[in-house]
């Protein structure tokens, strides 16, 4: 991906002020700062004494989202909306106590597989840099890195009036190659199980695929690729359980989305991409750029917009969301599952998502 796609999406920085420095007879100690110290800014408050640190971010019409810092997970979006006055409607779909214990939300996963067994995880991440324009832009970036310092990781939230955006900058400072796994993926709550729908993908291959294992993914991966329970829709509906084939490269694994809509009332999990097999070509039809969502019980829409990934991941849970709360969500982003990212020494990947909507 292009260098001025992923730098669109950031607040221009200030220039940092001078550092202090103690003087060499004088042995000078500061007390530590807190987070909100160090990085508070308008529209940008931080607050460390709870059990988990985590930041919310408010623009000037009021939409807000909030981070939870150690594992990067967005458990909250509210955006205005413009049927209630001075109202804002909550996005994601999460389940736990919201401090210790979380589920679902927005969250990053990057793994490095380039060893066999268990890969690294990107986690345990550090406040940054903070940023905002005072009005109707700001921002908090995140880093870690991995444990001999080969991978550094910067993880970029960015909030406006009518987006969101989440962003990954990788550098490969070590002396060999790496392979990365990666997605951003989003639990996208839904007021019912009926009338939720995505447009925009039709005409893409997909597979049914389990979503890569994450900390805050609400069903794991087992879970995701179980079929819905037989029940009474069991008697009208075409069967929930689609064919999984063992190798992605054979063609009886993949089918084409022939419909406008792709109806998300039943249970599956897929990826919407090239096959593995046409990517060797040097011509090949990508997954969309973007696709939307619908939710007629809600009346709200967003777009899901995907820099720098391949592929297009989504998971619904079918009957089984009854387990995880009143409301139905989807679990959804984009990603690079079927095909990970080799980063040669010195070099940099960066890739974004953008979740944007036109409920104003």
Known sequence: MASHSLLSLQVPKPSPPPLLRASSTTAVQCPPQSLEERFGRKG???SDSDVVPAVE?????????????????????????YW???????VFHTIGDGDSSVKGGLGLILNDVSQDGSPWSASEWVVKDSDSDSIDAVQVELSCTNGDGSLDITYVVSLYPISISTAVIVQNNGTKPTKLASAMLSHIRFKNRGGSAIQGLQGCSYCSHPPLASSFSILSPSDAMEPDPPGWFSFFDSPSQEKVSPNIDEPEAWKVEDDMYTVLKRKFSRVYAAPPSERRKRIYNTSPSKYQTIDQGSKLGFRVIRMGYEDIYIGTPGALSLNYGKNYFICTGPASMLVPVILEPGDQWRAAQVIEHDNL
């Open 57 to 81: 971010l408010t623009v000037r019409n009021g939409s807000s989202l909030k981070l939870r810092i150690p594992d990067g997970i967005i458990t909250s979006y509210r955006p205005k909306v």
């Open 84 to 90: 209630k006055d001075d109202g804002f409607e909550e």
């Open 44 to 46: 940008i408050k931080f």
